[in-house]
Nanobody
């Protein structure tokens, strides 16, 4: 079976940092485009960042310069390093793996608040 297991979410103050991890199993991880999406209450799910098998990255304009996506194929893990966090970053963050099929993690809550 395919599993994407996220960790690292939590409560952080504005300006703080957080690193999300997503450990994948059941797929040939190195072949997949990995991504992070987020969904805030009342909002549509949006792409935050993606990274290809070759290491090319893509970011939403709202997070450019603040977030960094990376992957460790040896660990079957994709990361999202989030810095200079803002209240508007508050959302459930979802890990995504895409090739011929698409898989989703369960989501992890990130709350940016004083």
């Amino acid at each position: 079976q395919v599993q994407l297991v996220e960790s690292g979410g939590g409560l952080v103050q504005p300006g703080g940092s957080l690193r999300l991890s997503c450990a994948a199993s059941g797929i040939i991880f190195s072949a997949y485009v990995m991504g992070w999406y987020r969904q805030a209450p009342g909002k549509q799910r949006e792409l935050v960042a993606a990274i290809t098998s070759g290491g090319s990255t893509n970011y939403a304009d709202s997070v450019k310069g603040r977030f960094t996506i990376s992957r460790d194929n040896a660990k079957n893990t994709v990361y999202l390093q989030m810095s200079s966090l803002k209240p508007e970053d508050t959302a459930v963050y979802y890990c995504n793996a895409r090739l011929t099929k698409t898989y989703w993690g369960q989501g992890t809550q990130v709350t940016v608040s004083s």
